[in-house]
């Protein structure tokens, strides 16, 4: 994440808004705010980290999947910038855009990828810096978001991803839109000002607490599992409302919902990796756990996985 701390009180030292309001409706005290990093730059640290981790040089990756929306340019894409600083040159890299599941799109990619045999090791991240997507006149959206990246090695193995779910509902995609660039050309005279993130926030809401204990039930039956039976849920951290009603809605205790979105805020993408990589650094997670991921958000997308750890 970027070294950047910003608090609620700092922000509502420059717009009308106050921690109350924030971290009452959110949980969200802080976030870390690019100044000099980049989506290209916080994946490499966090992919060099992901090597390191699995014990795993560059030169083994063989394909490389960003999940972002703010990539820092349209081409070349975030996962070739990765490979380059790599020296992944075995690798095939490009990205994806999922918005908050996309992190889980790429590990289903990969997956699908790895089984096929196509592939045998994959590096994937999701990486965002949603503070330049945001409108700092908008207070509604923009005390939610923050930046990061997060990264896995992902290869074979008899134990890991034991099921997995994604869907789209591309008709419900106006509740959370970031438009990108109007048509340009000497023929069409479009508005110049660059376009930033919109949200219907209670239809967000109200998607995510009936999609995400519906995708959840769906993984771990197809795992042959019970919700009883899983360990650890690391679900996309939005907001501490979803949290805490997917919890409920899947009678499972909110004990077995970590969160990281009080320091990080939501980091699209980059969530669910970077709350992974929290908890498997407290020790949280151990051999044979049972996991649930899910990342959900714009699209509308969604992808939940069971993974044996
Ligand atoms: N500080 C102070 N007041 C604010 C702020 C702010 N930052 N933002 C909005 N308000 C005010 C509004 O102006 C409004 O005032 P009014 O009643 O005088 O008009 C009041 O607070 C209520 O605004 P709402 O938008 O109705 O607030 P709501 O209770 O719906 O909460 C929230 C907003 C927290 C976003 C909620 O809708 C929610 O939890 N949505 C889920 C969506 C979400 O978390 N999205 C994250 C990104 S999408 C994803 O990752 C899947």
């Not at 975030?78 to 075995?90: F, R, S, Y």
């Not at 599941?101 to 949603?130: C, N, P, Q, R, W």
């Amino acid at each position: 994440m970027p070294e950047m701390v910003v608090t609620n009180d700092d922000l509502s030292k420059i717009m009308d808004t106050s921690d109350e309001w924030i971290s009452s409706r959110t949980g969200i005290r802080e976030r870390r705010l690019a100044r000099e990093e980049t989506t290209a730059s916080m994946s490499v640290t966090a992919a060099k980290r992901a090597l390191e981790n699995a014990g795993i040089t560059a030169q083994e990756i063989d394909l490389i999947i960003v999940g972002t929306i703010t990539g820092d340019y349209v081409t070349p894409s975030t996962a070739c910038e990765v490979q380059a600083a790599l020296g992944a040159d075995k690798a095939v890299a490009f990205d994806i855009n999922a918005a908050c599941s996309g992190f889980m799109f790429a590990l289903h990619i990969a997956d699908a990828y790895i089984k096929t045999g196509v592939y045998k090791t994959a590096l994937i991240l999701g990486a965002e810096t949603l503070s330049k997507i945001m409108d700092w006149n908008d207070r509604s959206t923009c005390v939610l978001f923050g930046d990061g990246a997060g990264a896995a090695v992902v290869r074979s193995d008899e134990t890991g991803l034991l099921a997995y779910d994604q869907g789209s509902d591309g008709a419900r995609g106006t509740v959370l839109t970031c438009r990108s660039r109007e048509n340009n050309n000497p023929f069409v005279k479009n508005p110049t000002e660059p376009s930033y993130t919109h949200m219907d926030g209670q239809e967000v809401y109200k998607f995510a607490v009936t999609t995400v204990p519906a995708s959840i039930k769906k993984v771990v039956g197809e795992a042959g599992l019970t919700i009883e039976d899983i360990d650890c849920f690391a679900l996309h951290q939005a907001n501490i409302r979803i949290i805490q009603s997917v919890a409920k809605r899947l009678k499972a205790p909110e004990e077995k919902f970590p969160t990281s979105l009080d320091h990080c805020g939501n980091v699209s993408a980059a969530s669910v990796p970077i709350l992974l990589d929290e908890i498997n650094r407290k020790g949280i997670l151990k051999p044979g756990m049972k996991i649930v991921l899910s990342g959900f958000g714009g699209g509308l997308t969604w992808g939940s996985a069971v993974l044996e750890w």
